[in-house]
Nanobody, 118 residues
Framework: QGQLVESGGGLVQPGGSLRLSCAAS????????MRWYRQAPGKQRELVAD???????SYADSVKGRFTISRDNAKNTVYLEMNSLKPEDTARYYC????????????WGKGTLVTVSS
């Protein structure tokens, strides 16, 4: 069984930066699209950014110009560089991937908490 494990969350002041990482481990042999979602308290989970296996990216309007998604295919890892953070970016951030482990399926990490507050 494969899994996704996020890291890099924490408390940051408004205007600050954080870098999230998500590594796939276990019997995951191939990964297609990788995504970052977030869910703030009392709100629905929303797609923040995604990146294809050949590096094509897309972003939610709310984070364009501030967040950058990237991936290292050799390490089966996706990153989310977050700059100019705002209090409204406070949420649990989840990694998601379409991956092959004996069959294609969707994987989710357990999330990492990002709190933007002074």
């Amino acid at each position: 069984q494969g899994q996704l494990v996020e890291s890099g969350g924490g408390l940051v002041q408004p205007g600050g930066s954080l870098r999230l990482s998500c590594a796939a481990s276990g019997s995951i042999f191939r990964i297609n699209v990788m995504r970052w979602y977030r869910q703030a308290p009392g709100k629905q989970r929303e797609l923040v950014a995604d990146i294809s296996s050949n590096g094509i990216t897309s972003y939610a309007d709310s984070v364009k110009g501030r967040f950058t998604i990237s991936r290292d295919n050799a390490k089966n890892t996706v990153y989310l560089e977050m700059n100019s953070l705002k209090p409204e970016d406070t949420a649990r951030y989840y990694c998601n991937a379409d991956a092959y482990s004996y069959s294609w399926r969707e994987y989710w990490g357990k999330g990492t908490l990002v709190t933007v507050s002074s």
